[in-house]
């Protein structure tokens, strides 16, 4: 059994277009195979595929993702850009880890896609690595598309793909503040038409452009019920590095981490200010990744779609910087100040029951541990650049 995860960030302008390139094959393409993946069964005979790029949250996911694949044996097959990244990261990793470069999301992957079993397509770049407007869009609809669609025309019938927790919400986000049990079946209103790159924020185009593709995708599952697809919506993710995760110079572009590194840094009104950033739902990079890796041993639910929602639970900017208080006292005069106003963070109740039913996840790593791996990876920045 072969696994292939892909995810990157594309700078190729937007010329592909997925669907009127595959149509042809989605009509041809009549395999009614049955796929199941038992990752203990086939360990030493697997192999996954995973596309690490020099900068973005695909690393940040992604990585821990081949790492519990490679813990587990099973054969990972990384599609790159460049190879000099997954080799720093996995230095000793033998036959193993099998590298293959591939320039762009948008190019032709099918020698890459060629002896796989199953594809993970994680997350794309957006507004927390320093992506543009365009790059978001390209990656996250077209790049996506490009994948999924190429892998189905060759036949594998297993592809799990990384969503986000935005995509269960309207742009105005009020849903998240409601108390309204918010479930997998929800969607955002936001349409492709609607995405309008250069005249709206990196925020709602990354949110805008996550959710396009998902209801896309769940046409394409659809389309081929004989093939798996599985879409996995994460909340906002904390979290360590894996080892020898070669930090990138700009702490800005640290992924999801770097947003709590406002809590000793300070947010938009200064120093000992929070951060301005409005999410209260979090999930640890381990738990994420564990997901992933449990998706692909999840047989097909019938009559669902298997749309996935993974987070351990609210926290508030202001009980994070309690936690930090205790766990690191020598950071207390640059938390913010007791006066400092926390920002309104959203809290509606998520129902995570369909992940514990099909991927048998229940229990998550606490998020308190998250936000403290999450400042541990900044103050590590910290000490690596601090001229």
Request: aromatic share 8%; hydrophobic share 40%.
């Amino acid at each position: 059994m072969r696994l292939e995860v892909y995810g990157s960030k594309s700078s190729s302008p937007l010329h592909f277009q997925p669907d009127a390139a595959y149509s042809n094959a989605f009509n041809e393409w009549t395999s009614t195979r049955e796929f199941l993946i038992n990752l203990e069964a086939y360990a030493t005979t697997s192999s996954l595929t995973f596309t690490l790029k020099v900068t973005g949250a695909t690393e940040f996911i992604g990585s821990h993702i081949v790492s519990q694949l490679l813990e587990k044996n099973i054969r990972v097959r990384a599609v790159v850009r460049s190879t000099s990244k997954v080799k720093t990261i996995f230095p000793d990793t033998g036959s193993q880890l099998e590298i293959v470069e591939v320039p762009s999301l948008l190019d032709d992957h099918t020698e890459a896609l060629k002896g796989v079993s199953a594809v993970i397509h994680t997350a794309v770049p957006g507004f927390f690595n320093g992506a543009s407007n365009e790059e978001t869009l390209r990656g996250a609809y077209a790049g996506a598309l490009n994948i999924v669609n190429q892998a189905i025309s060759i036949g594998i019938k297993k592809i799990v793909v990384t969503g986000s927790f935005l995509d269960l919400f309207d742009t105005d986000f009020k849903q998240a503040y409601g108390d309204e049990l918010v479930t997998e079946i929800d969607f955002g209103s936001i349409e492709l038409a609607d995405i309008k790159p250069e005249e709206q924020d990196a925020v709602f185009v990354y949110q805008a452009a996550k959710t396009v593709v998902d209801k896309r995708l769940l046409q394409i599952a659809r389309e081929n019920s004989d093939v798996d697809v599985t879409v996995l919506l994460p909340s906002m993710v904390f979290g360590p590095f894996v080892p020898n995760f070669p930090y990138p110079s700009n702490i800005s572009q640290l992924g999801t981490n770097a947003i709590a590194y406002g809590l000793i840094a300070g947010g938009p009104d200064g120093p000992n200010t929070y951060p301005s950033l409005h999410i209260g739902h979090l999930v640890d990079v381990h738990d994420v990744a564990k997901a992933h890796v449990l998706a692909l041993d999840a047989p097909p639910v019938p009559g669902r779609h298997k749309r996935m929602i993974v987070y351990s639970g609210i926290f508030k900017w202001k009980d994070a910087a309690e936690v930090i208080r205790k766990t690191h006292p020598e950071l207390a005069p640059r938390l913010p100040s007791s006066d400092a106003a926390p920002p309104a963070q959203t809290d509606a109740p998520l129902d995570i029951s369909f992940t514990s039913e099909v991927l048998g996840m229940r229990k998550y790593v606490p998020w308190e541990e998250s936000v403290v791996a999450a400042i541990e990876v900044c103050l590590e920045h910290e000490r690596r650049f601090k001229n």
